[in-house]
């Protein structure tokens, strides 16, 4: 007959954890039902925890990889409820590990396939150890750790993929009817940083922040050099719109990517980044114009490249431009600028800062959703055109495409 003991008089494990048998294990029961089919398993090494029942449907014994004292008894019964609940609403028995659970959230999702390629390898990269483990036996600390750990080289980019990791791990845990580990892991917040040309400004003080001419000739010198990839820059700048989102666009619909419609003066996205969906943004004259300097293009990308996706971005052209600045060549524009350069001139214009966000393919940030977008998208015939006059004041010209 098994002997038993107090689970939770930690006095009690303690003593019989001490007394490691010459040979085999001895097994103890809890003293009462509270702990039905737990045993505490004493070695010559280690005490371990063990569940002897069924579970999932099935008879098992189950070792749950959990030693006394690291883990008490309630906090290693609370593994196996967790199992039990994993199980019931069918988030499956199919998911055995974290991994699992992250290709069962990619799967139900509707992110794209570059999406899916980009989050994927960033926890095979940062967060294996976590991907390889039973969701029951992924603790905060464990995920804190691996966050904490994370070092890309290549400073502020550390925090995305800190911010990355931990929402990717979360919507795998989403998918289970078991307590999510990652909601209590914290990360660095998401700091706007300045645009470079800002920077700049700051350590030479006879530069004028407003004047852009220095950042459009390094757009325009791009256009020269390659007009594909100056073209996108330049739609970056009078849009406002995320890179991601201008480079992946086409000239003919296929459902998945945003195209061009030049009839009507939109650019249209099934869904933007931002997680908008089946969004029209109008755009000015001076985009339109642009647009059209490439339409001759073969290609069924409107920005095409030699790359794995078919267009340009990433490592494939849309790098920091660099423009000469007191006798030295250096950077005056990342690609994320053009957002906050398109803002500014939006305020320069006098539009609603919700006008700003539906131009730029942003989520609605107040009002009646409704409502909003009826009024907006009426504003939006206008708003364009009001916003490239205040761009060309800032840039110093009016871009001509003629030739």
């Avoid at 002997?3 to 009690?12: A, C, L, M």
């Avoid at 992110?111 to 980009?118: P, V």
């Avoid at 050099?225 to 073209?231: S, V, Y």
């Avoid at 030049?262 to 089946?278: H, I, M, T, W, Y």
């Amino acid at each position: 007959m098994t002997p038993t003991i107090n689970f939770d008089s930690v006095p009690q494990v303690r003593k019989v954890a001490g007394n490691k048998p010459d040979a085999g294990t001895t097994w103890y029961a809890h003293d009462g039902d509270k702990y039905p089919c737990f045993y505490l398993g004493v070695g010559k090494t280690r005490a371990s925890w063990y569940f002897k029942g069924r579970l999932n449907g099935r008879s098992q014994q189950k070792a749950l990889k959990a030693t006394f004292p690291d883990t008490t008894a309630a906090q290693a019964f609370a593994k196996i409820k967790a199992l039990g609940e994993m199980h019931k609403d069918g988030a499956s028995a199919d998911i055995k590990t974290v991994r699992d659970a992250w290709m069962h959230h990619c799967a139900s999702s509707q992110m794209s396939d570059r999406h899916q390629a980009d989050m994927t390898g960033k926890l095979e990269r940062w967060a294996s150890e976590i991907l390889d483990k039973s969701p029951t036996d992924v603790s905060t600390i464990m995920i804190q750790k691996v966050i904490n750990a994370i070092d890309t080289g290549r400073g502020n980019n550390s925090a995305a993929t800190k911010r990355h990791i931990r929402v990717a791990l979360s919507s795998a845990f989403n998918r289970l009817s078991i307590r999510n580990p990652a909601e209590g892991v914290t990360v660095p917040k998401a700091n706007e940083r300045p645009p470079i040309w800002y920077d700049l400004c700051d350590i030479h003080r006879d530069l004028d922040p407003d004047d852009l001419s220095i950042v459009w000739a390094a757009i325009w010198e791009k256009r020269e050099q390659n007009i594909i990839l100056g073209t996108a820059w330049l739609l970056m700048l009078f849009t406002g719109i995320r890179s991601e989102d201008v480079c992946s666009l086409r000239w003919e619909a296929d459902g998945r990517h945003g195209f061009v419609d030049l009839q009507r003066k939109e650019l249209v996205f099934p869904k933007l980044k931002s997680g908008v969906r089946n969004r029209a943004l109008p755009i000015g004259d001076i985009a339109t114009n642009a647009l059209l300097s490439v339409r001759h293009s073969d290609s069924e990308w409107v920005f095409p490249a030699n790359s794995v996706t078919g267009y340009v971005g990433g490592g494939h052209g849309l790098d920091t431009l660099k423009a000469m600045v007191e006798g030295k060549r250096v950077a005056v524009i990342r690609p994320h600028d053009t957002r906050k350069f398109f803002q500014e001139a939006c305020n320069e214009a006098l539009l609603p800062d919700h006008v700003m966000h539906y131009l730029r393919g942003d989520k609605a940030t107040q009002g009646d959703g409704k409502m909003l977008m009826k009024y907006t998208a009426r504003v939006g015939t206008s708003a364009p055109n009001m916003v490239e006059t205040v761009m060309s004041e800032r840039i110093k010209t009016t871009p001509n495409f003629a030739g």
